[in-house]
């Protein structure tokens, strides 16, 4: 006890010193914490904008559906199950959907898109799509209408109130062609969703495709993507292999994982970069601290401290030093990071262009989840307990008379 109450006045006998350090410690988790949540930040708006709207984190349909996205694979839909599996924990949706594909065509312009069947409340639960509309109004259960991406409106040279022809194939190979209105255009942040999207709601598709009651998959949303292969796994275990077939988001959009993870690698290198410049920064002033107080280490040796005493006190001043360092810079952080959550930086010129081009809305967003600020709170506190070993080092080497000296 008596080494803690020798270190606490140790780091307040210069107080200017000891804030100096503690800023340098701060400043560092700020630095790390805010790197740190642009990162995470960036691929979960990624992930989200991508597979909320598309896939769901996880997906339940027919077996052999995913290789053949064909129609004919839809399945009846057991809603007794469905609860069931909602109340699983870490799952917080599941959300019907009827898919398929069609031509979209005004006369003059066609293209193709994806049909989307939904159940307007429940869709908007999970992707907040309401939100997201620039123009005209988001769907009702009831409506006969749809809803299209903005870059399919562009593409087509459609607005709200003009009508768009489908034409594709139904259920057991009957026709389905209709005309519907436009109700909305929607804005879903994946320029590459913009432009193949059309909403309609679940009867209305259900109607369209010729089907009675069955859905092409159950898209589910769970609360965090760092649990989805528990949560998976547990899903496993609940349905019939030998009739459903339960993918997650890796599985259907490997190019997508594949091209975050090659990303984050190169990310990864930037972090170390910066982790090398705050040890450097930290390291500094410790250095500093050493070298004022090598006449104050003399006197206490001279006067009968043993060495491994006197760096062990040091050692506790260092970690009260770290504590309140990286305390007050997580405190710190916390402000910066929910202004750039609610402000996200927007991304301009050649780089907008290259997100737009892989499909992504062009801003960077930040994480605010609590891994984000122990994550870099806790490299901090390493990287300033590693350097604390050389200040120690340099006490068992010290030299007496040239500490006093000094």
């Known amino acids: 006890m008596i080494y803690l109450r020798m270190a606490w006045r140790n780091i307040w006998r210069n107080a200017r010193r000891t804030w100096i350090t503690i800023a340098s410690v701060s400043f560092a988790v700020i630095l790390s914490t805010f790197m740190w949540a642009m990162l995470e930040g960036v691929y979960d708006n990624m992930i989200r904008n991508v597979v909320a709207f598309s896939s769901g984190y996880l997906q339940i349909h027919k077996k052999g559906y995913w290789q053949e996205k064909s129609i004919e694979n839809v399945f009846n839909a057991d809603t007794s199950w469905v609860k069931q599996v909602a109340g699983m924990e870490g799952i917080t949706?599941?959300?019907?959907r009827i898919e398929n594909f069609a031509l979209a065509s005004t006369g003059e312009n066609t293209a193709g898109v994806m049909v989307l069947g939904i159940d307007p409340k429940k869709e908007n639960q999970v992707t907040n799509l309401e939100q997201k509309i620039s123009a005209g109004r988001y769907l009702r259960p009831e409506d006969k209408g749809v809803i299209i991406g903005s870059g399919l409106a562009r593409k087509l040279r459609l607005g709200v109130g003009d009508s768009l022809i489908l034409l594709s194939q139904g259920y057991q190979a009957s026709s389905a062609n209709g005309l519907f209105p436009i109700l909305g255009i929607v804005e879903m942040g994946s320029p590459e969703l913009d432009k193949v999207m059309v909403y309609m709601p679940l009867d209305q598709?259900?109607?369209?495709?010729?089907?009675?009651?069955?859905?092409?998959?159950?898209?589910?949303?769970?609360?965090?993507?760092?649990?989805?292969?528990?949560?998976k796994s547990r899903l496993a275990a609940k349905i019939d292999p030998g009739q459903y077939e339960l993918m997650d988001w890796k599985e259907m959009m490997p190019e997508l994982d594949q091209m975050i993870t090659a990303d984050g690698s190169g990310h990864k290198i930037t972090l170390m970069v910066l982790y090398l410049v705050i040890s450097f920064g930290i390291f500094s002033t410790i250095l500093m601290m050493l070298a004022e107080r090598q006449h104050e280490f003399g006197i206490m040796l001279a006067i009968g401290m043993k060495k491994h005493q006197l760096a062990f006190i040091v050692l506790l001043e260092i970690v009260m030093i770290t504590l309140i360092g990286v305390v007050t810079g997580s405190l710190a952080s916390l402000p910066v990071l929910f202004y750039f959550l609610s402000h996200p930086i927007r991304l301009g010129g050649e780089l907008a262009t290259i997100y737009e081009n892989y499909g992504f809305e062009p801003i960077i967003p930040v994480s605010t989840a609590p891994s984000v600020f122990f994550s870099q709170a806790r490299v901090v506190m390493v990287i300033t307990l590693l350097i604390a070993v050389y200040p120690l080092y340099k006490i068992f080497r010290m030299k007496l008379m040239n500490a006093l000296r000094s």
Do not use: N, R, Y
Request: cysteine-free; charged content about 15%; hydrophobic content about 60%.
């Open 93 to 96: 949706a599941v959300v019907p």
């Open 205 to 231: 598709a259900a109607v369209f495709f010729s089907l009675d009651g069955q859905l092409s998959s159950w898209a589910l949303i769970i609360s965090d993507q760092k649990e989805l292969a528990a949560i």
